[in-house]
């Protein structure tokens, strides 16, 4: 079969020794600079870029590759370690893996990540080789209107994301819908909310949104106390997982990685989606919902395979199209040009060895991740035993490096330190920042594509229920809305809100 | 740490003893390239390329820095208030020409603001279609246009985009009122127009060439003065009857006003060794397009072309009525 | 129960201020209709929902326990949202190494455990590492010193 030997040129590229040693390096730097505060995997990527640009083109985007993994690796680390993500994925994993690394069980839950990561890339991995042409198809089959329906469908949801009352979620949904407003309107040029100020005309930083929102808000809140303290509230627990943790996580971990990959196809921002809808999933079919935001297992394995599969499978329409699916994938096409490789539809079929290598070496790369990441765990949990008065000195000034590292924007900092007030405020009135990030996120994408929508359909708004696609989430949305209002859940989550004040 | 000290006196000595020294040597130091786009875009590459070729050249390391942001518009403004010292310049295209009328409270005056190294290239663009739309060449294409203009979409890359340029171009050329759709960049744009969610789009070749190649998207004609080396048998616009529709994505390099003439001399000969290398026209072809004669590569030219610029497109963009501030 | 949730009260109100404040300021933007919408749409749209939903939580705020206010990190909140904004301010005219010395320093002063000598020894441990990591290893575009230092030496 033609699998067979594609696979086999795949291997036998990416397991030349120096491309193995290109993947290594890439690993090893990625989860090195991603594991810096403030820096997700975008930043790191933008900053390791030039040194890749000296190598073959296979090498060069074997190790980019290498680098973008480590990258979300090392951005989930420190979402659990000091609850500053980097991306929007590690928002999620921060919620319930830094509450656990509170608990002493950091090393759990990096364990945790790092497992569920590689499980679900193996599996991506494979469906990329396999099925990537027909995958493509599907994601085609999305228009402004089936995308409207989709982030719809996630913003609904987002509430199961705050374990408080959901009011204060939607809200916080709400909030976050109208700071994702701001900027200039992509319709009719008009700025909106940017008082002016021309650097916020593409709209306001993420990671200065997360790392204000999360870690800043945080780090308030430690300094509220006496500081000579940790982190870690107890003692530090077994650096592994016992058996039932990782009993606990299989499930979230298998589906996680299906709902992943699904969404990871889709280019124009459904990967976005795949660790949230991949919280809100667990959250719902757990037997103890209350543990969610408290330190579950099933709220870090599942988001973390979500997250990786999903990052695997956005590779897929720019192997088959040639198109980026998010800011990463677009640094990785820029990575190609300058090698002199335009990716287009032709790209397996042209440069065979490259896009069997590409896909290849994401599973070495994970697999190296793995090898390099589980004897680390020791020494990241380590820091966590440095006292807090040293730590976060220095998380400042790599968060703020990280965050003028992005678009070298002064702006972006002063937005740091905006969210950053804004984060303890809502800290303090008993506010969760993750439905806020989660319609940050969405907030664009959403009005674009309902506009979109709106023109393409000639201003007929029934396009939304005359497409398949479109009406199946709709529907699906309205079950969500309907299982999220019935009284027994309400109840439950009264329950819940009563017993966590 | 004391060679950054030593580095800092040296710089400040530089500057006491005035131009004519600091020229002398220059370069003597690491330059700046700010390309005004996100890393791995179009300009991007052209700019790494050029940085990397102008580097040898130059015996100093040219670094690229993207500050992205407001079409162009932020990189070139710190450029404007960078210190005219020739080691901070900027990769900017046909945006520094458009901006001048797409903007209307820009901080800078893009006519005044900056000295002139030289013009880099000039990409063409293609005007395309999804696969299954019905006219099937450029004469097809303007029948259609003439019933069916209302519900014929077109999208374009944002405002001040090259897609929206070509397409404001455009549209203005066939007198049609098409319905714009805007996405939020390239890629999301040429997503939906391989899914055949919309009907036409006209983007620098760099983007389309790969696609019409590959048969999941159509060419109609280039906007390109002569025929593309890659596609012989496209018409160009000029052929099509549409001559007001040429248009090409140019590009230019340079520096903050007031930045001594030895410097910017220096940089526009490097640019011209670099832009006659085989090596930068082999790597521009890929992308569909070609380096400028070396002529071309001066402060002059790059002077008269943004001024014809902007010329031009003032009364497009008024007609249009679409402004990005 | 019976008494007010402060908390929840408060939250409700900044809800309703900020979607007040979006609220007006969509008012200067072109609505459009449903079927084209313009900008300040989906804006209105969002600060009326934000306005209703911090309503209905100040008024459920009334029917809830009391939870006890705690102390506010004043001191962290000056340092610590200072460090980024000065780092902003600085970074371009004072130059890299400067500035993230400076910016380290400032956000040590968060805390109150740290004596003066030892935040400046974390400060220039950072400044080290950060200047070797980003600056000489990976070659980031920052400029080590800035202008100002340049005139100060003069």
Known sequence: MDLFSNLALGFATAASPENLLFCLIGVILGTLIGVLPGIGATATIAMLLPITFQLEPVSSLIMLAGIYYGAQYGGSTTAILINMPGESSSAVTAIDGYQLARQGKAGTALAVAALGSFFAGTVATVLVAVFAPPLTVIALKFGAAEYFALMLLGLVSAIALAHGSILKALAMVVLGLLLGVVGTDIYTGTPRFTFGITAFADGLSFVALAVGLFGIAEILRNLEGEQDRTILGAKLGSLFPSKADLKAMVAPMLRGTALGSAFGILPGGGAVLASFASYTMEKRLSDHPEEFGKGAIAGVAGPESANNAGAQTSFIPLLTLGIPANPVMALMVGAMIIQGIVPGPNVATDQPALFWGIIASMWIGNLMLIVLNLPLIGVWVKLLKVPYHLLFPIIMAFCSIGVYSVNSNVYDLYAVAGFGLLGYILLKLRCEPAPLLLGFVLGPLLEENLRRAMILGRGDPTVFLTRPISATLLALTVIVLVVVLMPSVGKKRAEVFTESD | ?325 | MGSINRADLAAGLVFVIIGAVFGLTSLGLDMGSTLRMGPGYFPMLLSVLLVLLGGAICFNSFRQMHIAVEPYAWRGMVFILGAPVFFGLTVRGLGFVPSIFLTTLLAAFAGLKLRPLQAVLLAVAVTLFCTLVFSVALGLPFRRFGPWLSVVGV
């Open chain 2, 1 to 325: 740490m004391a060679l950054h000290f030593k580095f800092a006196a040296i710089a400040a000595t530089a500057a006491l003893m005035g131009t004519s020294a600091l020229a002398q040597g220059f370069p003597d130091r690491q330059i700046t390239m700010i390309v005004p786009f996100a890393a791995g875009g179009p300009t991007d590459t052209v700019g790494r390329l050029i940085a990397e070729k102008m580097s040898a050249d130059l015996g100093q390391q040219i670094i690229v820095e993207n500050v992205g942001g407001a079409g162009g518009t932020l990189g070139a403004g710190q450029v404007a208030e960078a210190e005219a010292d020739g080691y901070t310049i900027l990769l900017h295209h046909i945006g520094m020409a458009t901006s001048a009328t797409l903007y209307r409270n820009l901080a800078y005056k893009p006519l005044d603001a900056f000295e002139y190294v030289g013009l880099v290239t000039e990409v063409p663009m293609t005007l395309v279609a999804r696969q299954d739309f019905e006219p099937t060449d450029m004469a097809g294409l303007l029948t259609y246009l003439k019933d069916n203009a209302e519900t014929t979409t077109m999208a374009n890359a944002g405002i001040g985009s090259a897609s929206h340029l070509c397409g404001m171009l455009f549209m203005q050329a066939v007198e049609a009122p098409i319905v714009t759709v805007p996405y939020k960049g390239t890629g999301p744009a040429m997503t939906e127009l391989l899914g055949g969610q919309i009907d036409l789009m006209c983007d620098q070749t760099t983007n389309t060439a790969e696609q019409i190649k590959g048969g999941t998207i159509k060419a109609y004609a280039t906007t390109a003065p002569a025929r593309l080396d890659i596609f012989p048998d496209l018409q160009t616009v000029a052929e099509a009857g549409l001559p007001t529709m040429e248009v090409g994505i140019w590009h230019g390099l340079y520096a903050p006003k007031g930045t001594p003439a030895e410097a910017t001399d220096r940089l526009s000969a490097s640019l011209q060794k670099a832009l006659a290398d085989p090596d930068i026209a082999a790597k521009f072809g890929e992308l569909g397009t070609q380096p400028v004669a070396a002529d071309q590569g001066t402060p002059a030219a790059l002077k008269a072309k943004l001024e014809g610029e902007i010329t031009r497109w003032q009364p497009i963009i008024e007609t249009a009525g679409v402004y990005a501030d």
